[in-house]
């Protein structure tokens, strides 16, 4: 049995003196009586080997596809779990994109996408957490449980995965779209952000039904909106065309050529024929593209909108397959997707207890 303990130096700033802590202490411990002697110190998921080898020479407990809020929340749990785990994270969390929300709990003068994932990482990497940059391709059957494939060619090997893989939205084609979001002109959420917005000349871009029902939720906030099309023909059924007609919704069904902006503000948009259409923000409805492309072949349950399903625990149809965050049916709001990782994460947790025969 060998232990090994790590210390942190806390800076006090009153005195100019600081003092060492012990941070963190873990005993390898081959055999369960070590661990029943020492239950508080104990960590045998963490052991001398897996503090120093490669993740893709271990067999992990979790490896965690996704780094948005719902894989850093269940990254969270489980270190607190003290469970041998990865997070594979491509970098592409549609969290980076908010400019600033005032919707989320505890942040009352609200809190940048990038902000929250980096205090998100912080407090993961706090208690061990691993992250690392990568893109997971293919997560197969195997070994007793997962095999986890990387666009680079890495392998890893876990007991469980949890899928917190995101959607991509797809995104309107406007010039300088980046730089449009990023100032609050451009929007995605009105469950998140139409508060802010109330009062606007709002224009909302998609077509079909999807941009219906987007326009008739934003009238909570204005009663000046306008259906952009960017070029699609509007495509309704007739009881949709009386709903919008009666909700006083008007259709511009051609392309926008440029967006003119002016004091941090949307003046007008340009269309091909020359018409000038002044809004002061826009929303996106275009919908979204769920990324369930690296667990599809296992053959899992899909639902009506392409999202996985999912039970009470979070887990899909295959054993040991878990997924949480907007891959999953349901409200698409960090706070659902933080609750859903919990969720998982604990769940995760107890069915391993369970396989060791520990609970």
Request: aromatic share 6%.
């Amino acid at each position: 049995m060998a232990v090994q303990c790590v210390w942190q130096f806390n800076p006090v700033k009153t005195g100019g003196r600081g003092e060492w802590t012990l941070w963190r202490c873990s005993i390898w411990a081959r055999n369960r009586r070590a661990r029943r002697l020492f239950p508080n110190v104990v960590n045998d998921r963490w052991n001398a080997r897996a503090m120093t080898a490669a993740p893709e020479e271990q067999r992990l407990d979790t490896l965690i596809v996704g780094g948005g809020p719902a894989g850093l929340t269940a990254a969270i749990y489980l270190a607190r779990y003290r469970r041998r785990f990865l997070v594979v994270d491509s970098g592409a969390s549609r969290a980076s994109w908010i400019p600033l929300s005032h919707n989320h709990a505890g942040f009352p003068d609200g809190v940048t996408g990038d902000e929250l994932l980096a205090r998100m990482r912080a407090q993961a990497e706090r208690y061990g957490a691993r992250i690392v940059p990568g893109t997971v391709t293919a997560v197969e059957r195997g070994g007793g449980g997962y095999r986890v494939r990387t666009e680079d060619g890495r392998l890893f090997h876990a007991r469980t995965v949890l899928a917190a893989t995101g959607v991509i939205d797809r995104e309107p084609e406007l010039p300088n779209l980046y730089q449009a979001v990023q100032r609050g002109l451009v929007r995605h959420c009105p469950i998140c952000d139409g508060f802010e917005v109330t009062g606007h000349r709002i224009g909302v871009i998609g077509h079909g039904t999807g941009a219906l029902g987007e326009a008739l939720f934003l009238r909570t906030y204005s009663r000046d909106i306008t259906v952009l099309t960017l070029g699609v023909p509007m495509t309704l059924e007739e009881a949709e065309e009386r709903r919008m007609a009666e909700a006083g919704l008007r259709a511009v069904e051609e392309p926008v050529v440029e967006i003119h902006t002016e004091g941090g503000r949307i003046a007008a948009l340009t269309t091909a024929s020359g018409e000038r259409l002044t809004f002061d923000t826009l929303y996106s409805a275009l919908g979204c593209h769920p990324r369930v492309e690296p667990v599809k072949g296992l053959g899992v349950r899909i639902g009506p909108d392409g999202r996985l399903v999912t039970d009470m625990h979070q887990q899909t149809g295959i054993e040991g397959l878990y997924a949480a965050g907007d891959i999953v049916e349901g409200l698409n709001q960090i706070s659902v997707a933080m609750g859903q990782a919990a969720v998982a994460a604990t769940a995760i947790h107890r069915r391993l207890l369970t396989e060791d025969g520990e609970l």
